[in-house]
Each structure stands twice: as C-alpha cells, then as structure tokens.
T-cell receptor, first 113, second 110 residues
Framework: DADVTQTPRNRITKTGKRIMLECSQTKGHDRMYWYRQDPGLGLRLIYYSFDVKDINKGEISDGYSVSRQAQAKFSLSLESAIPNQTALYFC????????????FGEGSRLTVL | RKEVEQDPGPFNVPEGATVAFNCTYSNSASQSFFWYRQDCRKEPKLLMSVYSSGNEDGRFTAQLNRASQYISLLIRDSKLSDSATYLCVDASGGYQKVTFGTGTKLQVIP
C-alpha cells in the first residue's frame, strides 16, 4: 500500500461544482503539501501545513482551500471549480530528518468541464 | 527568466549511451538542489541530491556549477528503464519555496 494515498484518483466535474481531494499518509510526517502540475509549468505549490494547527498559502492558493483534519490527513477543496483548475494534483509529505525529500502521493487527475 | 529552467527534450538515446541534462537556476544564492524522476502519469520520486562537491550513485552523477548557475545530471550506460522525465528542483528557499523545473524527458531506445 502507498504511504501517501490520494482520493479520488480521477474526477470529472462541471464548472461551479465543489470538489474535495483527500490525502492521507502513514509516514508519520508532520509536513504536508498540495501541488498542481500542468504541462509546461511544472509543479506549483498550492498550500502547505507544518502541523495540524499550521496552514500556509503557497504560490497559487487563489480558488483553493485546505483542511488539516489530523496529522495524517490534509484535504484540498475547490469551492467552485473552473476549467483552468483542470490539472494533476499531488499531495506530498516531508520530514526534516529526511533532508528535504518530498514523498508524493500517486496524484489526482481533475478535469473541470 | 524562470527560476529553474530545463530543456524539455525529448532526448532520444540508444541503450548503453551516456546522456547529460542541464538545469539552470536564476538565484545566485541557491545552494540546495535535487533531481527527481517522474514516470509517465506517475508521481515524482527523489533520484538524488546535488552536493556542491558532486554526487554519484551508480550510473548517475549530479554536479553543481555555481559560477555558471546550473546543475547537471549524467546517466551512463542508459537502460530502457531510465525512460522518464527528470525534474530539477531548487530547494534553497526552504519547504515553502521549493521550485520545480518543468522537466526533461528521456526516451531510451532499444
């Protein structure tokens, strides 16, 4: 089983709908992240959290919100999805002891029509 | 200028060949870099760190050139399984400022 699990893996939705992407991890890491990946743009940070009470905006947080329900769970919400939010979304975790390595989930492919 | 730039490729090389990718960075103060590998439609995974003194792991060698502000990845004796996209990462800004390049695609041909 994957250490970082994302659900759903694929989702097609319509403009204006609310979408939640969920991430859970068994690595015991405090630090969790949400990235999106677009062709030609690379991975960009949406939100990050260093512990349950800590939430921080990343490079492209507009249109997104997050919830850190527990150390192991970090959810990303799109309150009103729009087509330019069509992308591949990755959750990641890290631990300072690991020297900066990011451990990614398998990704959630979201299509907004 | 992008903070981290990579040639998108694809680099098509025969099995057994040696191939090298460069990645340029714009922040002259940057000191912490990584190479990640990403297979098609999969998540990125750490390949190796890039140390100022260079880093070798089997067939893979990573180098940092501060004067010219680029890092490199050399793959010797290419295998079919090396076919993937290689992402350059500048982690010098801490976890909130990890900048990924757009990746270089490698295709190793039989």
């Amino acid at each position: 089983d994957a250490d970082v699990t994302q659900t759903p893996r694929n989702r097609i939705t319509k403009t204006g709908k609310r979408i939640m992407l969920e991430c859970s991890q068994t690595k015991g890491h405090d630090r969790m992240y949400w990235y999106r990946q677009d062709p030609g743009l690379g991975l960009r940070l949406i939100y990050y959290s260093f512990d349950v009470k800590d939430i921080n905006k990343g490079e492209i947080s507009d249109g997104y919100s997050v919830s850190r329900q527990a150390q192991a769970k970090f959810s990303l919400s799109l309150e009103s999805a729009i087509p330019n939010q069509t992308a591949l979304y990755f959750c990641a975790t890290s631990d300072p002891v690991s020297g900066g390595e990011l451990f990614f989930g398998e990704g959630s492919r979201l299509t907004v029509l | 200028r992008k903070e981290v730039e990579q040639d998108p490729g694809p680099f098509n090389v025969p099995e057994g060949a040696t191939v090298a990718f460069n990645c340029t960075y714009s922040n002259s103060a940057s000191q912490s870099f990584f190479w990640y590998r990403q297979d098609c439609r999969k998540e990125p995974k750490l390949l190796m760190s890039v140390y100022s003194s260079g880093n070798e792991d089997g067939r893979f060698t990573a180098q940092l050139n501060r004067a010219s502000q680029y890092i490199s990845l050399l793959i010797r004796d290419s295998k079919l399984s090396d076919s993937a996209t290689y992402l350059c990462v500048d982690a010098s800004g801490g976890y909130q400022k990890v900048t990924f390049g757009t990746g270089t695609k490698l295709q190793v041909i039989p």
